[in-house]
């Protein structure tokens, strides 16, 4: 793995933004193009079976925690307890999922999954896939993104719910609106009937005990770019067990268990020692060096790094009433005071590409860039 340094494209602003990226700058460039990551194919099959491992091993720490009534320490709400155990043993579809893994010195190791509403699904999709095209169509790149969400909506037809498939996201947010609406865009190449709402626009019939959009149509299938953490606490959350369509909700609840920080130390326990994960506790104490994380933070909040026992960094946020977890200290690579992070995508239960997040710092954060990746010979 190394990183070289080139000049972006000319226009590469229009470029982007003529595939429908719209959010490539915020405050700072997001999309960043001045640099690249490159990977033999030793490492990026290192990476792919990596990846389909510790998915395996995810379903397991699931049916564990299942087995085991271990909610409490996700803080899931007991009321949906019974729902969320009802999408497991109905084997209700999940279409994707990101590994956050950190390659350093040979050693792959898994930080954390975002189970429940992985975004950069576009950037690593399409944009760089095309800015290889472009750059060096010769080589190649970890990326069946694509290809894999189209086949796997449509292998999911025959598990949904007669009907539409909505797809909800939070309005104002061009990221959020951006994979959302590409997610759907691969489920109408695979054949899927599909509409578009924001989550604030779902309603609730209460004679009929159904969700309902604006046109008071009941709604037997949704895909939520919003987290299941949150639903759980809305005043809508409550009706999600009793809905009379029983729509089919993509990432279904089981995903709560694998969305929350609380996973790793699960998954410490059911596999200690293991080469791809780090060790993970609940208490502080056991650990010299280690990453205090929220069991529910997003975007690199709340994070504090001690190394040999001395503060090494902290992150602010609004997160951390829910609990933390102690993992391990294992710090990110420097390729010269650039950090990258690799998330690694699952695709219909198979790993399917990598898009690389990279930052100033330690802990990879909303201003973290977007950097491109190809496999050289």
Same mark, same amino acid.
């Given at each position: 793995m190394r990183r070289l340094t080139v000049q972006p494209r000319p226009d590469w602003q229009q470029k982007v933004e003529n595939l429908g990226f719209g959010f490539h700058t915020a405050e700072t460039t997001y999309w960043d193009e001045g640099a690249y990551y490159v990977f033999t194919m030793e490492e990026v099959l290192h990476i792919? #079976?990596?990846?389909? =491992?510790?998915?395996?091993?995810?379903?397991?720490? @699931? +049916?564990?925690?299942?087995?085991?009534?271990?909610?409490?320490?996700?803080?899931?709400?007991?009321?949906? @307890?019974?729902?969320?155990?009802?999408?497991?043993?109905?084997?209700?579809?999940?279409?994707?999922?990101?590994?956050?893994?950190?390659?350093?010195?040979?050693?792959?190791?898994?930080?954390?999954?975002?189970?429940? !509403?992985? !975004?950069?699904?576009?950037?690593?999709?399409?944009?760089?896939?095309?800015?290889?095209?472009? @750059?060096?169509?010769?080589?190649? +790149?970890?990326?069946?993104? *694509? =290809?894999?969400?189209?086949?796997?909506?449509? *292998?999911?037809?025959?598990?949904?719910?007669?009907?539409?498939?909505?797809?909800?996201?939070?309005?104002?947010?061009?990221?959020?609106? !951006?994979?959302?609406?590409? $997610?759907?865009?691969?489920?109408? +190449?695979? #054949?899927?009937?599909?509409?578009? $709402?924001?989550?604030?626009?779902? #309603?609730? &019939?209460?004679?009929? =005990?159904?969700?309902? &959009?604006?046109?008071?149509?009941?709604?037997?299938?949704?895909?939520?770019?919003?987290?299941?953490?949150?639903?759980? *606490?809305?005043?809508?959350? *409550?009706?999600?067990? @009793?809905?009379?369509?029983?729509?089919?909700?993509?990432?279904?609840?089981?995903?709560?268990?694998?969305?929350?920080?609380a996973i790793l130390p699960i998954l410490w326990e059911l596999f200690p020692d293991h080469p791809l994960l780090l060790p993970a506790y609940f208490a502080p104490g056991r650990l010299a060096s280690f990453a205090r994380k929220p069991l529910l933070s997003r975007e690199g909040a709340n994070i504090d790094l001690v190394r040999d026992g001395q503060a090494l960094l902290h992150t602010e946020g609004e997160y951390g009433e829910e609990g933390f977890i102690y993992q391990g200290l294992f710090e990110l690579p420097s390729f010269g005071g650039h950090y990258p992070l690799i998330g690694s995508w699952v695709i219909g239960q198979e790993p399917a590409g990598m898009g690389i997040r990279e930052s100033d710092a330690l802990v990879t954060d909303n201003l973290s860039r977007f950097v491109p990746h190809m496999i050289i010979p």
């Open positions: 792919e #079976g990596a990846t389909a =491992e510790l998915w395996e091993m995810c379903l397991k720490a @699931v +049916q564990h925690v299942m087995d085991k009534g271990l909610y409490d320490v996700f803080h899931i709400p007991s009321w949906v @307890v019974p729902y969320l155990e009802s999408t497991w043993e109905q084997d209700q579809p999940s279409i994707y999922g990101r590994f956050d893994l950190c390659y350093k010195e040979g050693q792959l190791k898994m930080l954390e999954f975002n189970a429940d !509403t992985p !975004t950069s699904l576009f950037e690593a999709g399409v944009v760089q896939w095309f800015w290889l095209q472009e @750059v060096a169509p010769e080589n190649d +790149q970890f990326n069946s993104i *694509h =290809e894999k969400l189209i086949a796997y909506w449509a *292998h999911l037809k025959d598990y949904l719910n007669p009907g539409a498939l909505y797809f909800g996201c939070v309005p104002g947010s061009a990221e959020d609106l !951006t994979n959302c609406e590409y $997610l759907r865009d691969c489920a109408l +190449q695979a #054949g899927l009937d599909t509409k578009r $709402l924001f989550i604030p626009e779902i #309603g609730w &019939d209460g004679m009929r =005990e159904v969700f309902v &959009d604006l046109d008071e149509e009941p709604i037997a299938n949704l895909f939520k770019l919003y987290p299941w953490e949150w639903m759980v *606490h809305e005043p809508f959350g *409550h009706h999600i067990p @009793v809905d009379r369509a029983r729509a089919k909700i993509i990432e279904p609840a089981w995903k709560m268990i694998l969305s929350n920080k």
